[in-house]
């Protein structure tokens, strides 16, 4: 009913910047909300951003608040995480989701990986 793609993944240095794209397709409702998750091997999957579809940003994650940024187009049915400031520790894979009426759908994830 509804795809993700998401996009903008690699390697970078720590201290460099990426921006992660989650393109939406399908029958998407007005009224939603996108998110990203990040899942590190052996740690449990973490609620990294959240944005409603009236492009505010609810939610930022504490250990990303101040270098990561939450933005949505809804024109384009895309959500984007701009990241800065990137710690080796943000190293995960990166899933966006979106919410509505009740039911979730997921992205396959892209890989985030950040040497040091």
């Known amino acids: 009913q509804v795809q993700l793609v998401e996009s903008g993944g690699g390697l970078v240095q720590a201290g460099g910047s990426l921006r992660l794209s989650c393109a939406a397709s399908?029958?998407?409702?007005?009224?939603?909300?996108m998110d990203w998750y990040r899942q590190a091997p052996g740690k449990e999957r973490e609620l990294v951003a959240r944005?409603?579809?009236?492009?505010?940003?609810?939610y930022v994650a504490d250990s990303v608040k101040g270098r990561f940024t939450i933005s949505r187009d809804n024109a384009k049915n895309t959500v984007y995480l701009q990241m800065n400031s990137l710690k080796p520790e943000d190293t995960a894979v990166y899933y966006c989701?979106?919410?509505?009426?009740?039911?979730?759908?997921w992205g396959r994830g892209t890989q985030v990986t950040v040497s040091s």
């Open positions: 989701a979106l919410f509505q009426a009740g039911d979730a759908y």
């Open positions: 399908g029958s998407i409702f007005k009224i939603n909300v």
């Open positions: 944005a409603s579809s009236g492009g505010s940003t609810n």
